[in-house]
C-alpha cells in the first residue's frame, strides 16, 4: 500500500473521529430541522458575536444564525434548535455570563397562554448599558457629591457677615428686634390676649371635675376590656420584652461602632477622619478606572481576531489518489484576510538533481559529463495565502499555495452556502506543463460540516482529473465549547 494512500485512510480516521467528537460536544444533527427561526431588533450589539448562544431561563435553546443592519438599528436572526412558545409581549435581551464572560440572547417567550406570536413578527430587543457608559455615570456622581461638599464647606467657612451663616445670624437678630417693636406697638393686644387665657383657664377649673367623672367612666371601661383579654396583653408584653432584651445588643455594637468611626479608628474611620487617606481612596479610584479602560481595550482587540479551522479531503478519480489539508483562518475583523495550510499533496513532486563529473585524461584532454537525475518526492507541502475582500464578498488570495507560488479566488453563492474556489499555482512546472489550475465547488449544508467536489490540473488532459471530498470546519465558538469539555474525556 502507498504512502498517498495511508494518509489518505489516515486522514479519513481523523476527519470522522473530530466529527464525532464535534457532533457529540455540541449535540448537532445534521439531518435534523432546521428549526425555528426569529429576527429581533437591537439599538446596538456591542460585543455580540455571530453564532452566540441563545437561552431561556438560562438554558441554552439555539444560536445567533446572523448579524446585520436595519436601517439605524442591528437586526439579530436567531435560531433556536428546541420549540419555545412564543406569545405577544415576548423579547430579547443581550446579557453577559459574568463580568467577562461573552454576550449571550436572553430570549423572554412573553406570558404563558398568551396569544402566539404572528410568523415573521420582529421581538423587540433590550441592550443593557455599556461598562463604558456605567463608569461615566459613576465619575459624574463623583463630580457632582464634590460640587455638594464645595459648598457645603463654603458656607461654613467663615465668620464674617458675608458667609451663609453670618447672613442667618444678623437675620435672627432683625427678626428678635422686630418682635421687641410689635410688642412694644400692640401691648394692649397682648394684655387682651392674656385676658382670655386666664378666663379660658377658669372655665378649665370648672370644668374639671366634670371632666375628671369622664375620665373615670372610661378608665373603667378599659380596665374591664382588659380584664377580659389579659391573656392576650400578657403575651403582647412578653414579646415586647423579649424584642427590647435582643435589640440591646445590637444597640450596643452600634453605639461602640460610631465611637470608633467618630475617634478614626478603623479603615472607614479612617476614611472618614482623615484627608491623606480620602486623597489615596480618589487616587486608587483614579488608577483603578485607568486599568479597567486599558483591559477593556486590550480584550476589544482580542475579540477582533477570529479563527477558523478546516480539515479536509479529498479524492481523484483518475490519478487514484487522494490529499488532505489543516487549514487555518484568521480574521481580523477588516478587509486583510491570512490563511495558512499544512498539505498532503496528491501528486508527488518531482526534484531534479544535476551532477558534473570532470575527467582529466593522460594526454591532458578533459571530459565533462553532466548527470540530471529526476526523483519524487511526497514530503508535505505548505500554503500561506494573503488575501483581501473586495466588493460583493469576493476574496483575492496571492502567496504559497502547495509550497509554490500561486493565486486564489472565492466567492459566494445561495446565502454563503455555496463557495466557488479557484486556484492557479506551480507556474514552472517540469518538462513544460501547463500552470496547475484547480475549479472546486464546497457546499456548507451544515455550519460545520461540507462537501467537496471540482475538477482538477484543468489544462493538462493527462492529468487532469475529477475529485470528491469533504470535510469539518469550526470557529471560534466551537473552540471554546471544545476546550471547555476537553476535561471531561
Request: proline share 3%; aromatic share 6%.
Amino acid at each position: 500500500m502507498s504512502n498517498a494512500i495511508k494518509v489518505g485512510l489516515l486522514a479519513a480516521v481523523a476527519l470522522a473521529v473530530l466529527s464525532f467528537l464535534i457532533l457529540s460536544i455540541e449535540d448537532l444533527n445534521p439531518f435534523s430541522p432546521e428549526g425555528q427561526r426569529v429576527d429581533a431588533l437591537f439599538d446596538s450589539v456591542a460585543g455580540l458575536d455571530d453564532k452566540a448562544a441563545v437561552r431561556v431561563a438560562g438554558v441554552r435553546v439555539g444560536s445567533v444564525d446572523g448579524i446585520g443592519l436595519d436601517g439605524q438599528r442591528a437586526r439579530v436572526t436567531l435560531r433556536l434548535d428546541q420549540p419555545v412558545q412564543l406569545t405577544v409581549g415576548a423579547s430579547a435581551a443581550i446579557a453577559s455570563a459574568g463580568l467577562l464572560g461573552d454576550k449571550y440572547v436572553e430570549l423572554i417567550p412573553g406570558p404563558a397562554g398568551g396569544t402566539p406570536l404572528a410568523e415573521g413578527a420582529v421581538l423587540p430587543g433590550v441592550t443593557p448599558v455599556s461598562f463604558d457608559q456605567a463608569m461615566e455615570q459613576i465619575g459624574e456622581i463623583g463630580e457632582s457629591i464634590q460640587d455638594v461638599t464645595g459648598t457645603l464647606a463654603g458656607s461654613l467657612s467663615g465668620d464674617d457677615e458675608n458667609s451663609r451663616i453670618g447672613r442667618l445670624l444678623t437675620n435672627l437678630e432683625m427678626i428678635s428686634a422686630d418682635v421687641r417693636d410689635i410688642l412694644k406697638s400692640n401691648r394692649r393686644q397682648v394684655d387682651s390676649t392674656i385676658a382670655n387665657f386666664e378666663s379660658a383657664s377658669a372655665t378649665l377649673a370648672s370644668e374639671l371635675p366634670r371632666l375628671a367623672r369622664r375620665m373615670e367612666e372610661v378608665l373603667s371601661e378599659i380596665g374591664s376590656l382588659v380584664g377580659d383579654n389579659r391573656d392576650d396583653l400578657a403575651a403582647s408584653l412578653a414579646n415586647i420584652k423579649q424584642l427590647s432584651a435582643d435589640l440591646q445588643p445590637v444597640v450596643g455594637n452600634l453605639d461602640t461602632i460610631t465611637s470608633r468611626l467618630a475617634a478614626g479608628e478603623g479603615t472607614v474611620g479612617k476614611l472618614l477622619a482623615s484627608d491623606e487617606a480620602h486623597d489615596q481612596l480618589v487616587s486608587t479610584l483614579g488608577t483603578i478606572e485607568s486599568g479597567v479602560g486599558e483591559l477593556s481595550e486590550t480584550l476589544g482587540a482580542i475579540k477582533r481576531i477570529g479563527l477558523d479551522l478546516n480539515l479536509g479531503g479529498f479524492y481523484l478519480s483518475e490519478t487514484e489518489t487522494s490529499q488532505a489539508s489543516l487549514t487555518v483562518d484568521i480574521n481580523t475583523r477588516s478587509d486583510w484576510l491570512y490563511r495558512a495550510s499544512i498539505v498532503d499533496a496528491a501528486t508527488d513532486r518531482e526534484k531534479t538533481r544535476t551532477e558534473r563529473i570532470t575527467t582529466t585524461h593522460g594526454d591532458g584532454t578533459v571530459d565533462v559529463q553532466t548527470i540530471e537525475t529526476v526523483r519524487l518526492s511526497d514530503d508535505l507541502t505548505f500554503t500561506a495565502l494573503l488575501g483581501h475582500e473586495l466588493g460583493g464578498e469576493f476574496k483575492l488570495y496571492t502567496g504559497l499555495i502547495e509550497s509554490s507560488f500561486g493565486l486564489e479566488a472565492n466567492y459566494p453563492l445561495f446565502d454563503r452556502r455555496l463557495w466557488l474556489t479557484l486556484q492557479a499555482y506551480d507556474f514552472d512546472r517540469q518538462d513544460n506543463l501547463a500552470p496547475h489550475l484547480r475549479l472546486s465547488t464546497e457546499w456548507r449544508f451544515h455550519p460545520n460540516l461540507y462537501l467537496l467536489g471540482g475538477f482538477d490540473d484543468l489544462l493538462e488532459g493527462d492529468r487532469n482529473s475529477i475529485f470528491l471530498g469533504g470535510g469539518v470546519r469550526w470557529n471560534d465558538p466551537d473552540l471554546k465549547y471544545l476546550i471547555g469539555a476537553a476535561p471531561s474525556f
